[in-house]
Each structure stands twice: as C-alpha cells, then as structure tokens.
C-alpha cells in the first residue's frame, strides 16, 4: 500500500460530485477540477479542492486540443495518477486526456460502451443480452427494413445524449421519415427503437476490478422520457429486497457489466420490464452516479453514498490498498421532483417523519421518504405527488437539440 497522496484529475461540466471531490481530499490526496467558466460561481467544495481551472463553453463548446495543453501544462509540476469524469458529458473528454496522456483508467473504445446507445446496443445484442429491436439512421433501406417489420410505436434517440433529452416518439413509417428528413445530417448521431411499453427500471452501483461490490434496483414510478414528452412528476423508489424482480435484474445488470468491460467506479444502467412477454430489456447504461437526486435516495435506502464511495474505490486504487465497502442497510426510500412555479418553493408543511431530504435545486419542488415499510413509502409518493401537483408543478417546454457528440 502507497500511503502517500496521489493526485486525481476531476472533470465536471456540472455542478455535481461535491461529496466526491471532499472524499477525495479526505482521503489525503491532492484534488484538482476542471469545469465551464459558467459554473465559477456555484457552490463547490473549495475547501477540498486545491484548485479549479475554468474551459470556455459549456459542454460541446470546450475545445479538447485547448483542454490538453493545460492538462499537459498541469503535468509538468504535478504528476496526474487518475483522471475522473463525474458527468456523461464528461466520459468523452476523460477518456481523450487518458488515452493522449497515457494514464491508466477507461479508455475512448469502452468508454463508447458507457455514452453511445448505439454501440451500448450492438455490444449488447452480439453479447445475447436481449435489447429492443433497433437500426441506425445510416442507410435508407436498412431504416424501410426496420418500419416494414418492426410494429410501431418507435422512438428516435439521440445517441449521446443524457437521460431523456432529444426523444422524439412516432407512430408510422410517414412520421419516422419525416422527422428523420428533419434531422438532416444529424440523423447520423440518432438511431430508431421500438418502444416497448413496460416498467422501467434503474440500477445504481459500484464497481472495482470488474466485479459488483453493490448494487441498488429501483422502479421508475413516472420514467424521464414520460416527464420529458410530456412534463409531471418524476418518481423512483426501491425494491422489495429479495424479489423476483430486483433478482432479474440485477442478473442482467452484471451481464451488461462484463460484456462491456466495466472496471472501476459508479455505474447507473436501465432496464425495462416488457408488459408484452414479460422479458428485461437493457436500455442505456452510464459510468457515473445517477442523477436527479437518485444518489440520495440510494443513501436513504442502503447507507450507501455512491459519491463518497466511488472515491475511496479511486482511492485504493491509486494506493494499492483493499477497498472494503460498508455495511449495507435495507431500509426503502423513494423520490418525487417537480419543476416548480416558486423560485424557492416552501416544503415545510410536508413534515411527516419519513421525509428524509428536501431537493435544494432552484425552480424544484422535491422530496426523498424513507421508512422501513415499502407500503408506507408508496403511500407518500402518491399522496405528496398529488399534493405537489396541485400546489407547485409546472412544466416547461424541453430546450431544442442543436448539438451532438
């Protein structure tokens, strides 16, 4: 075991991963972060970063080639052990610097794997794990093959994009082609799905040496693409431990893993239970913690933080120590968020004692409950869903796709 600090490279186009980087520098390491110029004036955890470089832009805006250089100008001084994207818009430019720079960690070819759902897709069929049938946008007669056998309803995804952002659902081969022609030549960055109506569910975990130390399996009670066509609020909770669900799922959720190569770190993947023949389908999957307050409700559920976890396992593999994960609980948590009509909507007057965490974010309206007893947990999000619903939600119209990895 090295007991001396190492030095870890972090890269957040968000403000995200505070607990990350305090862990971290808990941990004796010296911390450095890169984020957009943009997020100067968030709340980061500056006590526990030794110092932050800003990029112009945001996202696709930042020039890689200008991002090197000051990684490489960075380097002359301060020896780089480990390089971390806390975001999915971050896996791109982590693994760019890694393979350029030659520093150990995921690189561009399995980082694929974790951002492209048409790679994720077609590294998951040719593993035998079942996904729903699918085509890229690249050829006309491979996208008439799809139409002409695959029943409609489909959906148009964006192949690099977060969560639910870009989907655009269909109903006929007319609508496909239209919205396809729409695209132009960024129909390139899209693929077409069947839509499978079902459950949808999310794991959320932790990897280390390719094997799963921990694993979370929730259920969407409304999914992001339902909140993103069309607004509402978005709900998860926790399964019943034991079930045949979370069993299934988490069956699958290792398949995905090996087959992709998955290492080290956070992972958050989706499956959805077909109401058609009662299969799991694989979704997506990411190399990061959830997001929407998802890490939260995890905590609540299992005692687990995922951000503070993931850095110890960075930790001891810088250091070449043991990583022992806590002791898990089993308690059930579930989340409700809302975009709200208040700046700084008053939460108080939800005050029941399984209210666990009120989400901090601007123009949000959002709870996490946590109790021993799922029953009591469900009866909670319905009842505060519709409460909040009548009191706060609004909705806004998703922002337009312009741009794509």
């Not at 988490?250 to 398949?255: E, L, P, V």
């Not at 396992?313 to 809302?338: C, F, H, M, Q, R």
């Amino acid at each position: 075991m090295d007991d001396q600090g190492k030095t870890f490279l972090c890269i957040s186009n968000f403000f995200k991963g505070n607990a990350f980087l305090t862990q971290l520098k808990k941990q004796g390491n010296r911390v450095f972060l890169v984020t957009s110029e943009k997020l100067k004036n968030k709340p980061w955890a500056f006590e526990y970063i030794d110092e932050i470089f800003y990029m112009p832009g945001q996202d696709l805006d930042w020039d890689l080639e200008l991002l090197m250089k000051g990684v490489g100008g960075l380097m002359k001084n301060h020896k780089i052990e480990s390089i971390v994207a806390l975001d999915d818009y971050d896996v791109e430019k982590a693994t760019y610097l890694r393979e350029n720079l030659r520093i150990p960690g995921m690189g561009q070819t399995t980082g694929r794997f974790f951002r492209d759902k048409l790679a994720m897709r077609i590294k998951a069929h040719d593993s035998d794990i079942k996904v729903p049938a699918f085509a890229p946008l690249f050829n006309d007669d491979d996208i008439n093959q799809f139409a002409d056998h695959i029943p409609a309803p489909w959906v148009l995804k964006p192949r690099s994009e977060a969560s639910a952002h870009g989907i655009i659902k269909v109903h006929d081969k007319d609508s496909l082609w239209e919205n396809i022609h729409e695209l132009g030549d960024n129909r390139l960055y899209y693929l077409v799905e069947q839509f499978k109506p079902g459950d949808v569910y999310h794991v959320d975990g932790l990897m280390l040496d390719g094997k799963n130390l921990f694993s979370s399996v929730s259920r969407y009670l409304s999914t992001p693409m339902e909140i993103s066509l069309g607004g509402g609020i978005f709900r998860s909770a926790n399964l019943k431990y034991g079930s045949d669900d979370e069993k299934a799922i988490k069956k699958a959720n290792a398949a995905i893993m090996k087959a992709f190569g998955m290492k080290s770190g956070a992972t958050h993947t989706e499956f959805i239970k077909s109401r058609e023949d009662g299969e799991i389908y694989f979704l997506e999957t990411s190399s990061r913690v959830g997001g929407a307050h998802l890490a939260e409700m995890v905590e609540a559920a299992t005692d687990i933080n995922l951000w503070a976890e993931w850095a110890k396992i960075e930790d001891s593999l810088a250091k070449d120590y043991t990583y022992k994960l806590p002791k898990v609980a089993k308690n059930y948590a579930g989340i409700l968020l809302t975009l709200s009509k208040f700046e700084h909507p008053d939460l108080s007057s939800f005050d029941d004692p399984e209210v666990y965490f009120r989400v901090p974010l601007e123009y949000h309206a959002g709870l996490i409950v946590k109790s021993k007893n799922q029953d009591r947990v469900m009866q909670l999000l319905d009842d505060y869903a519709e409460r909040i619903a009548r009191e706060f939600s609004t909705v806004a119209d998703a922002p337009e796709l312009k741009k794509f990895h």
